[in-house]
C-alpha cells in the first residue's frame, strides 16, 4: 500500500517454469530514482505512481494497479515497464486496486475514491477496453473502499467506517485513513442497469476481500475476508498499528426485498487474498482459494488461539457447496500469498454435481 511497486513473475509453459524475475515498476518517480531516462508520456504529479497493490492481465495488458488516486501503470509480458495506462484517454483520474472483468459480457468494472471525495466512482470499461461510462454514488466521510463484488445484476459496496482522517493527514501520515467510530458500516446494491444504491446496516468490522458474490433468486450472496472492529490501516498516523486482529471467511445473503443481510462465518481460521476461478466471476461459483501464512499473521496480528489450522503457510481449497475445506501445507519456509486459479484445461475447477456452475458458463 505504501511503497512503489515491485511486479515478481514466473513464466511457465509446457510443465517448466522458464524464469522468475522481479521488475520495479517504473513510474517517472522510480525511473529517476534508478538513473534511467523515462521515455513513458509524463502523467500529472498526482497519478504518478508505481502501482503495488495488484497485477491483472487485461486485453494483453499487464497492469500494475493502485487504488485512491494513480494511473494503472501497464508493462509488457516480460515485467519491462511501458507507461501509465488511462484506456486510450477515457479514463478522468483515479482508479482502483481490484477490478472485476466479467467474462460474460466483457466488460471490466471498477470502484474509486480518492481522499476527500464526496463520493465513490462506479467505472465500467467496454469490450474495446475503453471507459463507456462512470457513476458517481454519493458517500460520507471519504472512505477506504478497496475492494467491492459484481454480479450478473448488482455492483456491490462495501462501506468500512474505515474514513479520510484530516488529523492524520495534517500530521502527515502516509495513509490518513482511519477507523471512524461516527461512520456506520453498510453494504450497498447498485444496479448495473442504473438506478439508486439501495444501503443496508451492518455490523462494524473491515471489509477486506471479495472471494466472489452472485445473484441467488432474488439474492446477492457475497463471499469475502473481513477483519473485526477497529481496524487500523497500516501507516496510519506514521506507522501506527496495523490492525486488530487477523481476517477470516465470511458469507454475505443479502434479501433486498427484506431489507437483511445475514452473515455466517465460513471458516474462522485466519487467512486471506480469496480468489475464485475467474471464469466463474459474478456467477455462482462452488470452490474458494485462500492463503494462510505466518508472514500475513504477523502483519495482522496475533493466530494463536484460533481453531483448526494455525496461522502456517498453507492454501486453502473451500468447497462453499459442501462446506468442506482442504488445506495444502507448503514446505517449511515457503510462504503462501495470493492464489490464481489457473485451469489445467478449459472447463477444469468445476466439480461433480456442481450443475449450476457449469450452467452458468
Ligand atoms: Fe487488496
Keep these: 500500500m505504501l511503497g512503489a511497486g515491485m511486479v515478481h513473475g514466473v513464466r511457465l509453459r509446457g510443465g517448466r517454469a522458464e524464469w522468475y ?46 487504488e485512491s488516486g494513480p494511473l494503472p501503470y501497464e508493462l509488457d509480458g516480460d515485467l519491462n515497464t511501458v507507461g501509465p495506462c488511462d484506456f486510450d484517454r477515457t479514463l478522468d483520474g483515479s482508479f482502483a486496486a481490484h477490478p472485476k472483468f466479467d467474462p460474460h ?70 495513509v490518513p485513513y482511519a477507523w471512524n467510530d461516527r461512520h456506520p458500516a453498510r ?3 447498485f444496479p448495473r442497469a442504473g438506478g439508486p444504491t439501495t444501503w443496508f446496516d451492518i455490523p462494524p468490522f473491515y471489509f477486506s476481500h471479495t472471494l466472489n458474490a452472485y445473484d441467488d433468486n432474488g439474492r446477492v450472496v457475497v463471499d469475502f475476508t473481513c477483519m473485526p472492529a477497529p481496524f487500523e ?41 480469496p480468489r475464485i476461478n475467474d471464469a466463474y466471476a459474478g456467477r455462482r461459483h462452488r470452490y474458494g482459494y485462500t492463503a494462510a501464512s505466518v508472514d500475513l499473521f504477523r502483519a495482522y496480528g496475533p493466530a494463536v488461539g484460533h481453531t483448526g489450522v494455525r496461522a502456517g503457510n498453507a492454501l486453502v481449497k473451500h468447497d462453499l457447496l459442501r462446506g468442506t475445506p482442504q488445506v495444502h501445507r507448503l514446505p517449511r519456509g515457503a510462504d503462501a500469498s495470493e492464489p490464481v486459479f489457473v485451469p489445467a484445461e478449459p472447463g477444469a475447477g468445476v466439480g461433480p454435481g456442481d450443475t449450476r456452475a457449469r450452467a452458468a458458463r
Design 187 to 189: 453494504v450497498g446494491l
Design 21 to 66: 524475475r522481479s521488475r520495479w515498476v517504473r513510474s517517472a518517480d522510480v525511473a529517476a530514482r534508478l538513473g534511467e531516462r523515462y521515455r513513458g508520456p509524463q502523467p500529472p504529479p498526482a497519478e504518478d505512481f508505481a502501482g503495488n497493490t495488484h497485477v491483472i492481465g487485461y486485453r494483453g495488458r499487464v497492469l500494475a494497479l493502485k
Design 233 to 273: 490501516p497500516a501507516g496510519r498516523g506514521l506507522g501506527g498499528p496495523a490492525a486488530a486482529g487477523p481476517p477470516s471467511l465470511h458469507r454475505w445473503t443479502i434479501d433486498p426485498v427484506r431489507g437483511v443481510v445475514r452473515t455466517v462465518r465460513v471458516d474462522d481460521r485466519p487467512q486471506e487474498f
Design 105 to 174: 459480457t466483457g466488460e471490466l468494472h471498477a470502484v474509486t475514491y480518492a481522499i476527500e471525495w464526496d463520493h465513490v466512482r462506479h467505472i465500467v470499461l467496454d469490450r474495446a477496453g475503453h471507459v463507456a461510462r462512470t457513476t458517481r454514488i454519493p458517500v460520507a466521510d471519504s472512505p477506504m473502499m478497496h475492494d467491492f463484488g459484481l454480479t450478473e445484476k448488482y455492483v456491490v459496496l462495501f462501506d468500512n467506517p474505515i474514513a479520510f482522517d484530516p488529523e492524520a493527514a495534517r500530521a502527515g501520515a502516509l
